[in-house]
Nanobody, 120 residues
Framework: VQLQASGGGLVQPGDSLRLSCAAS????????MAWFRQAPGKEREFVAR????????FYADSVKGRFTVSRDNAKNTLYLQMNNLKTDDSAMYYC??????????????WGRGTLVTVSS
């Protein structure tokens, strides 16, 4: 499975962005998928995850109410809608597949990341 995240950019506080993660090489419809992020000098942290069916969603407390994770298995794509962005949301965002929790080590497939910078 190859994952490619896109949609990052430079935005101002309060703005919105929508990240996408396109999967190729194999259908990911049977995999749980997730978004993680890593800011400079910090460890990679869990952001949001969605079950293989799309029916169960989980969020980090820091993004709950502002971010929405979703997936379209027909398009083999994972999404992250990010609203009311804050400077603390600035990080490289990675999509991942195959895990079973919010723990980095449980995911076997990773994309290369897309950079989100929130700055006034």
């Amino acid at each position: 499975v190859q994952l490619q995240a896109s949609g990052g950019g430079l935005v101002q506080p309060g703005d919105s962005l929508r990240l996408s993660c396109a999967a190729s090489g194999r259908a990911v419809g049977s995999y749980n998928m997730a978004w993680f992020r890593q800011a400079p000098g910090k460890e990679r942290e869990f952001v949001a995850r969605v079950s293989w069916s799309g029916g169960r969603l989980f969020y980090a407390d820091s993004v709950k109410g502002r971010f929405t994770v979703s997936r379209d298995n027909a398009k083999n794509t994972l999404y992250l809608q990010m609203n009311n962005l804050k400077t603390d949301d600035s990080a490289m965002y990675y999509c991942a597949a195959g895990g079973n929790s919010g723990t980095v080590s449980t995911y076997g497939y990773w994309g290369r990341g897309t950079l989100v910078t929130v700055s006034s």
